[in-house]
C-alpha cells in the first residue's frame, strides 16, 4: 500500500512563501516521477511541476520562477516551494507519483493553499 505524508499547506498573504512536503514510501520514491498539480475551485486540476529520478524539472507557465520542486531521495520526499504567491495560486495541492512504464499513478490526499489578497 502506497501512502503519502503531505504537509505545508494554509493560508498566507499575497507575496508570501509557502513550502509542501510529501514523504512516501521508498519503494516507488526511487523509480516515480513526482509532481504536483493543483485544483482550484471549479477548475481542471493542472500540473504544477515535476520532477524525474535523475533530478529533471517540468514547470507550468503560470509559476515559473516562483515555485521550485526538489527532491530528497534519503528522506523519500518531494517539495515545493512557493515564493511570491498571488490568489490565483489558491487551490489543493495534490502530490503525484507516476511510473511510465508498466503505467501506473499514485495521488495523495490534497492540501489546502490559500493565497489572501
Known amino acids: 500500500q502506497v501512502q503519502f505524508v503531505e504537509s505545508g499547506g494554509g493560508l498566507v498573504q499575497s507575496g508570501g512563501s509557502l513550502r509542501l512536503s510529501c514523504a512516501t514510501s521508498g519503494n516507488i520514491f526511487s523509480i516515480y516521477i513526482m509532481s504536483w498539480y493543483r485544483q482550484a475551485p471549479g477548475k481542471q486540476r493542472e500540473l504544477v511541476a515535476s520532477i524525474t529520478t535523475s533530478g529533471s524539472t517540468n514547470y507550468a507557465d503560470s509559476v515559473k520562477g516562483r515555485f521550485t520542486i526538489s527532491r530528497d531521495n534519503a528522506k523519500n520526499t518531494v517539495y515545493l516551494q512557493m515564493n511570491s504567491l498571488k490568489p490565483e495560486d489558491t487551490a489543493v495541492y495534490y502530490c503525484?507519483?507516476?511510473?511510465?512504464?508498466?503505467?501506473?499513478?499514485?495521488w495523495g490526499q490534497g492540501i489546502q493553499v490559500t493565497v489572501s489578497s
Open positions: 503525484n507519483a507516476r511510473r511510465p512504464l508498466p503505467p501506473q499513478v499514485y
